[in-house]
């Protein structure tokens, strides 16, 4: 694991991979529309080696192995690497690793990530390492977060409580998190600069749910849990978390259809081949 992605590790390796971990159930409903989409653009996985990039809590890894794939998940989670060993039953090699410097013993076919290429310190070196592990013709598809006010469900619980945050930097541009791809023709560049040819960003939208049942209420307690929302209250103290919970009930109760509050998600759905 390298230096420079070493913030990023802690965090996942840490307590928002345990949180993660905790969540796996929110959190796949949560991201069911891109999951979906994004094993259409795959397509047939059989008898293919594949690499999941940053698998998480290993839904992914499940649908690729279902599907016939020699599936190989590399995160730097322990906490979301142990609940994918459950999930898949031995049916796929998990490797704790940071992708942006792991080399397999053998190249793969495809590599795949589900919102797991965002955090990484130096994308263009991480792209060139992932295609180290693909066999030239093969390809790399991901999906990653397009810019935030197309993102409702950050837009919109970020609105309600802004002014209770207390004053920050604004964030450097471009720097390893959700959006730190979102820029299409930057992302673009830095995969043709890495050696992947015939790249096709896509943009795709979906509802992201934030709470199959429960209402507001159940929704609230998400938003408060996971996300830039979650992470920009974590700062405030209790008097001021009270009001941003009400503030939030307020915001997400027009998006409760009978018990499943869903907001909008906009994201880049992204297809490129190893130069031959």
Known sequence: MTTSNQPQIELWDGRVGEKWAAMQVSLDAMLAGATAELALRVGAVNGCRLLDIGCGNGETCVLWADGGAHVTGVDVSAAMLAVAEKRTQGKVR?????????LGDRLFDLAVSQFGVMFFSDPAQAFRNIAANVRPGG???????????????????????????????????????????????????????????????????????????GGVDAATRFVMQIGPTSAALAEVDKPARAVAQERLKAALAPYDAAGR????????????????
């Open 261 to 276: 509050v869903s907001l909008g998600g906009a994201i880049w759905v992204v297809e490129s081949v190893r130069q031959e």
């Open 139 to 213: 390809r790399f598809i991901f999906t990653c977060w397009r810019d935030v006010e197309q993102n409702q469900w950050v837009r919109l619980p970020m609105g309600a409580v802004r002014d209770l945050l207390p004053a920050a930097p604004a964030p450097l541009p471009h720097a390893p998190g959700p959006f730190a791809l979102a820029d299409q023709e930057r992302l673009a560049g830095l995969l043709q600069s890495a050696g992947w040819t015939r790249v096709n960003i896509m943009p795709f939208d979906f509802p992201v749910c934030v709470a199959t049942d």
């Open 94 to 102: 998990l490797v704790k690793a940071d992708a942006s410097t792991w």
